[in-house]
């Protein structure tokens, strides 16, 4: 029983002593919250995870095993072609389901049971025939797997899509490249951006083969012998898997899961560099920066006190989906430790991992992709910047322009000296350098400006640029 003081507060929350008596306290996860929970999961996710929908799934695996036991023989077709017919959530009463699961503690029996009375007494002894439990529901997570795969692939290439018009725009805008938050040498903001499509390509790629060793049927009986289905059990695992259009592994999964650790790790991956981006605009969106700008809307609120402000809010609920993502491979790698031929522990914590990480990974990619599509690059604040910092951005270039004649060792340090000392001093570094006889020994005086000159130090960016977007392009087309 809980603690009275727990019981009253529950019953009598503060400032609404009544309300409690009408509430039926259905929504107690920020995921089903009818007010927050649309910054967790999206309609999409939440549709392949809904509770009921999760049911049918199982159905719809037992009416599939059913036909393709009928085709290999195993059972009567009548049979099967009644189960497929019985297997509908609603025809069922799902309160009695519910409450057979919580009589039984069982997670599939009592659905059975209901499966079983809307057939007549000859097709009921063929439900479920030859199958363990976790056979249905392991199939019935790739189905969902592949669900949350497929919406991926049309979310992630829609990102790709808004970046890569967004590196092509500003292929040459010049902007301070920082390495360690400081400011470090000259390159572009199209070169930044083609970092993030590069970094992207590789998660498209790797949740492209993650498809081929994840996405695969379980149906191995018991203890993996498939012992019940006698000697037609390996076509019927066959026409199974042709049936749902998964994969066929060689071997039962049920206490083999890097299966789906793999597709948590994938996930929590691609979430973990969406953050990186979005944290790098929240970043550069800094007033004292201001080389991008989020998109704002008159009817969001930035502060309940301090009416100027616009919080990159989206910016930041990704980095908060990347964390929570991370949290979940933590519990699949948990269930890829299990004893013997069954252990349902891994089960039910992937029940929440696989569910979550896709709720989380979806939602990162929607707000990611809102806010890419409604960025302002400020390209002539990030000109300004870098023409402000030249001084010290282009100190790279006097060292290997004095290599020439110096050699690289040699000129370093007499940079590295005029740099460190202009800082302590706090005096320019540009006069420091025109001023210098080693500085002017080794570099020729009409080449004094041109190497004050940012624009005249981005390398290859422009070319690295274009070879991403090619592959971005390559891989969409």
């Known amino acids: 029983m809980p603690h009275p003081a727990f019981a009253a507060r529950r019953s009598h929350p503060v ?15 920020i995921l089903d919250s009818k007010v927050h929970g649309g910054g967790y999961a999206c309609a999409v996710t939440r549709a392949i995870f809904c509770s009921r929908c999760r049911l049918q799934r199982w159905l719809d695996v037992e009416a599939v095993m059913a036909m393709a036991q009928a085709e290999v023989g195993m059972i009567p077709l009548p049979a099967a072609l009644e189960i497929q017919r019985a297997a509908k959530l609603s025809t069922m009463n799902l309160e009695h389901v519910a409450a057979g699961v919580a009589k039984t503690g069982h997670s599939l029996m009592p659905l059975l049971r209901a499966l079983q009375d809307n057939c007549s007494p000859s097709a009921r002894e063929y439900v479920h025939y030859g199958a363990t439990t976790q056979d249905i529901q392991d199939t019935a997570q790739s189905l969902e797997m592949r669900d949350v795969l497929d919406t991926v692939d049309v979310a992630l290439d829609a990102l790709i899509e808004k970046l890569a018009a967004l590196a092509g725009t500003h292929r040459s805008s010049l902007m301070v490249a920082r ?30 083969q993650a498809r081929q060793r994840v996405l695969v049927v379980q149906l191995f009986g018991g203890v993996g012998t498939m012992a019940a289905f006698g000697p037609d059990a390996m076509a019927l695992l066959s026409v199974f898997a042709r049936r749902l259009c998964l994969g066929v592994p060689h071997a039962g999964w049920h206490v083999a899961r890097d299966r789906v650790a793999e597709f948590v790790s994938a996930l929590a991956m691609m979430t973990a560099s969406l953050a990186r981006v979005a944290d790098e605009i929240r970043t550069l969106n800094r ?116 290599a020439k004649k110096l050699g690289k060792s040699s000129a370093y340090e007499i940079i590295f000296e005029l740099t460190q000392a202009c800082q302590r001093d706090r005096v320019s570094i540009r006069s420091a350098v025109e001023s210098d006889p080693r500085v002017l020994a080794a570099v020729d005086e009409d080449q004094l400006a041109r190497l004050f000159e940012p624009k005249a130090h981005l390398g290859m960016a422009e070319t690295i640029v274009d070879s991403v977007l090619v592959e971005a392009g390559a891989r969409r087309y």
Not at 15 to 27: I, L, N, Q, V
Not at 317 to 333: E, F, G, N, P, T
Request: proline letters at 3%; glycine letters at 4%; hydrophobic letters at 40%.
């Open 15 to 29: 400032g609404e002593p009544m309300a409690a008596e009408s509430c039926k306290h259905e929504h107690s996860h």
């Open 287 to 402: 007033w004292e920066i201001a080389e991008v700008e989020v998109g704002w809307s008159d009817q969001q609120i930035g502060s309940s006190t301090m009416p100027h402000k616009r919080n990159p809010e989206g910016c930041e609920q990704v980095v908060v989906m990347a964390r929570l993502a991370k949290a979940q491979v933590a519990l699949a790698l948990d269930a890829m430790i299990l004893e013997h031929e069954r252990d349902y522990r891994g089960t039910r914590l992937e029940w929440c991992a696989v569910a979550d990480v896709s709720h989380y990974a979806l939602m990162a990619l929607s707000l990611l992709t809102d806010t890419v599509g409604t960025l302002t690059v400020n390209d002539k604040t990030m000109e300004r910047t870098a023409n402000d910092y030249c001084d010290s951005i282009c100190m790279e270039a006097f060292v290997f322009e004095m």
């Open 179 to 208: 390495t360690h938050s400081i400011p470090a040498l000259p390159t572009t903001f199209g070169l930044k951006v083609a970092g993030w499509i590069d970094e992207l390509l590789r998660h498209r790629d790797r949740l492209a």
